[in-house]
């Protein structure tokens, strides 16, 4: 089956710098890869997905970028801010099949 | 309802008492799937469901746990004989069942076993 391994498990940066998470996966008939947002005692929510047939994705402060020869991709994060302070999982879904496998997730601490 | 509704929001069950946790998925979404977090971690697959079809139980750790979806809307995710490895957050999540598209995902059922 699907394996997702994420790093680093925690990650801290001033307020205004950039973050960035890192993962891989092992199936590679995976084609789509979304990112959740876990805010404490909260659901995790989708914050942005990228498919196969595209390498780079961009919303606002945030981008992911996908190398599927490779089988990794990341999610950056620019000009943090306080309320970026979560946890945030990446996760792989397999072309035709909608299981999800999540990463181990990244706690990201902003600090002002 | 707007979201997934998963009750009770918390359960304290005594080792070894039957728990029967409970999804409200998304109207019109067809794939419904369970999630263990443990504290700590990543959500864990248990099972998947497309409509009342049970496609994947592969994550169920032990025949202890039993989901099921009868009329392909509400799930109930059974645990027989609570043991306190299963304390954790249960996570239920819908989709419209298309292919690659979002997961939505309840508040969650925090179940302490003592």
């Known amino acids: 089956g699907e394996n997702v391994e994420q790093h680093p498990s925690t990650l801290s940066v001033q307020e205004g710098d950039s973050a960035v998470i890192k993962c891989t996966y092992s199936?590679?008939?995976?084609?789509?890869f979304p990112w959740y947002k876990q805010e404490l005692g909260k659901r995790p929510q989708l914050i942005i997905d990228i498919r196969s047939n595209v390498g780079e994705k961009k919303d606002q402060r945030i981008a992911v970028t996908l190398n599927k020869t490779a089988k990794h991709f990341s999610l950056h994060i620019t000009e943090t801010q306080p309320e970026d302070s979560a946890v945030y999982f990446c996760a792989a879904q397999r072309g035709g099949y909608q299981k999800v496998t999540f990463g181990i997730g990244t706690k990201l601490q902003v600090i002002p | 309802g707007a979201g997934v509704s998963q009750s009770p929001r918390y359960k304290v069950a005594k080792r070894g008492q039957d728990v029967a946790l409970r999804c409200d998925p998304i109207?019109?979404?067809?794939?419904l799937f369970w999630y263990q977090q443990a504290l700590g971690q990543g959500p864990e697959f248990l099972t998947y469901?497309?409509?009342?079809?049970?496609?994947?139980k592969s994550g169920l750790p032990s025949d202890r746990f039993f989901a099921e979806r009868p009329e392909g809307s509400v799930s109930t995710l059974k645990i027989q004989r609570t043991q306190q490895e299963d304390s954790a957050v249960y996570l239920c999540?819908?989709?419209?069942?298309?292919?690659?598209?979002?997961?939505?995902f309840g508040q969650g059922t925090r179940l302490t076993v003592v």
């Open positions: 109207s019109g979404h067809v794939s």
């Open positions: 999540a819908s989709s419209l069942g298309r292919l690659n598209t979002e997961a939505f």
């Open positions: 199936d590679s008939a995976s084609n789509y």
């Open positions: 469901f497309q409509n009342e079809a049970q496609l994947d």
